[in-house]
């Protein structure tokens, strides 16, 4: 197969620069060196006042518990929740101080302000919403098809009519939630499996008369892929990973899809997704599945810079993005043996290897149908220690498997500008960075190559461009 130069056709624990170029990913590491007491899965985790909130079932499996964190051994804080939720949360200031607002789908939504713990009781049968957000002053809660919102600015208050609660029936089980900019007010998206509603207004009155205008009845979100990413929200429906734009765009959904690319890991595995992250300091958005594996799509504006594949040994079951106490980006996640780890930290998946791999497009470095001698791979390459990753090369669309493996050292820090002007090479991208060559002397019309590293120690690297040297010879006939 040929594509573009700087495409790949595989790809894994690698991800796409802002600027252009694939860096192999961070690890991640255990947020706390303790374990969140219990058994079984994380049930939930959040963000509140710099601090991390888990949730887990108590030994024994009759109850739930939530735990606080600062990093150095969890500390329970609220215990005998109904166990086995799958919690959701929303910090939201309804009075001057912002409180942590969640869900489970077996529980009551409750509020926590970092000190008291308070049932919210909205006097539906079944009073276990399973979604939650605060919108306009309001506190929304979904209860399958049900849209129940609060009174103003009193989400524990009574739920009534009369104070200036209500319900709006969706027709379809809600999936989630997004805050959009659109009419006067702003506008609260409505996702169900397959329907999409838009919500305006700013009170009781609107909400019930005029607000809820249905945005396609096809076009729905999966639960817990819902992300919003500046002015712009990610969600993965049927069609594969959607882009919805501000109000003035709603219209052609089928020009929102954004994962043609990865159209087959969508449709065989958008059933097991579990969870999604935005990582803003690199305008990254994440989908987890089930078994550990993940997809990775770097933005630039609206535009999807390129996919990766990824995978984690310990599968993220529940995620938060957040800051810490300093304001830095923080994002955490929950996994099946009870820890939590935080993304974006250290060489290793929390001690275990990271296996990172990329099999570049095969090109003919502009002579088509010309036996070409190729002499030497020059890689742009930057990393901020020295480490040593290893490439084979491949020919005439042959397989990698048993290809010999050639070692490539990269050292620390940066270097001067790759000289891009040399008979007989082809540039597939240039950068600020320092150059390594491997050779690779062979002959063929076609060349790729697999780029690969395992290791639980070595620094993230870099690869910005591949410049192949090489005598072109005759024409094939």
């Known amino acids: 197969m040929s594509m573009n130069p700087g495409k790949l056709l595989a790809a894994k624990n690698l991800e796409c620069k802002i600027e252009g170029g694939y860096a192999r990913i961070q690890g991640y590491a255990k947020f706390d060196s303790d374990e969140v007491p219990g058994e079984g899965d994380i049930l939930g985790v959040h963000i509140y006042n710099g601090k991390i909130y888990a949730f887990r079932n108590a030994v024994g499996g009759a109850t739930a518990v939530m735990f606080e964190s600062e990093g ?23 009075s001057g101080t912002e409180k942590m607002y969640g869900v489970s789908g077996v529980h009551k939504a409750f509020e926590w302000d970092g000190t008291t713990w308070t049932d919210i009781t909205t006097g539906m049968p079944d009073d276990t919403p399973d979604h ?3 919108h306009q002053n309001h506190l929304f809660l979904a209860f399958g098809p049900s ?15 009369v104070t200036g609660a209500g319900e709006i029936l969706i027709g379809d089980g809600i999936t989630g939630f997004a805050k959009v900019a659109g009419g006067s007010t702003g506008a609260l998206l409505t996702f169900s499996r397959n329907s999409t509603s838009v919500l305006y207004g700013s009170s009781a009155s609107d909400f019930v008369y005029s607000a809820m205008k249905e945005y396609g009845r096809k076009v729905g979100a999966i639960a817990g892929t819902i992300q919003q990413i500046g002015s712009r929200v990610k969600f993965i429906d049927d069609r594969g990973v959607m882009d919805f734009a501000r109000s003035q765009d709603f219209g052609d959904f089928q020009d ?68 810490d106490s300093t304001g830095n980006e923080l994002i955490v996640f929950g996994s099946t043996d009870g820890y939590i780890y935080q993304m974006e930290s250290g060489d290793s998946f929390g001690g275990n290897n990271i296996e990172a791999y990329a099999l570049t497009a095969f ?19 930057q990393a901020t220690d020295a480490t040593t990753i290893q490439v084979r090369p491949a020919y005439k669309f042959e397989s990698i498997a048993g290809l010999t493996y050639k070692s490539l050292s990269i050292i620390g820090g940066r270097g001067g500008v790759l000289g ?58």
Not at 149 to 156: A, I
Not at 279 to 291: H, M, N, T
Not at 363 to 380: E, H, M
């Open 132 to 134: 939650i957000v605060g």
């Open 363 to 381: 090109t003919n470095v502009g002579y088509l149908r010309r036996d070409k001698r190729f002499r030497r791979a020059l890689f742009d390459m």
């Open 256 to 323: 929102a899809v954004q994962s043609n690319l990865i159209k087959n890991i969508i449709s065989t595995k958008r059933t097991e997704v579990v969870q999604s992250c935005v990582i803003r300091a690199k305008s990254q958005y994440r989908v987890f599945f089930s078994d550990g594996w993940g997809v990775a799509a770097t933005l630039d504006g609206n535009k999807i810079q390129g996919w990766t594949e990824i995978y984690f040994p310990n599968p993220v079951k529940k995620v938060v993005s957040g800051e």
């Open 72 to 94: 150095e051994g969890w500390t329970s804080k609220k215990t005998g929740l109904t166990p086995d939720g799958s919690y959701e949360f929303d910090s939201y200031n309804f």
């Open 420 to 477: 891009t002007g040399v008979l007989g090479s082809f540039l597939l991208g240039a950068s600020n960075i320092n150059e390594g060559a491997i050779d690779i002397a062979d002959v063929g019309d076609f060349i790729a190559l697999h780029i690969y590293s395992d290791s639980s120690t070595d620094p993230v690297w870099e690869i910005d461009g591949v410049t192949y040297e090489f005598i072109p010879g005759r024409l094939r006939r």
């Open 147 to 161: 849209l129940q919102f609060s009174s103003l600015g009193d989400p524990t208050g009574t739920w009534s009519v």
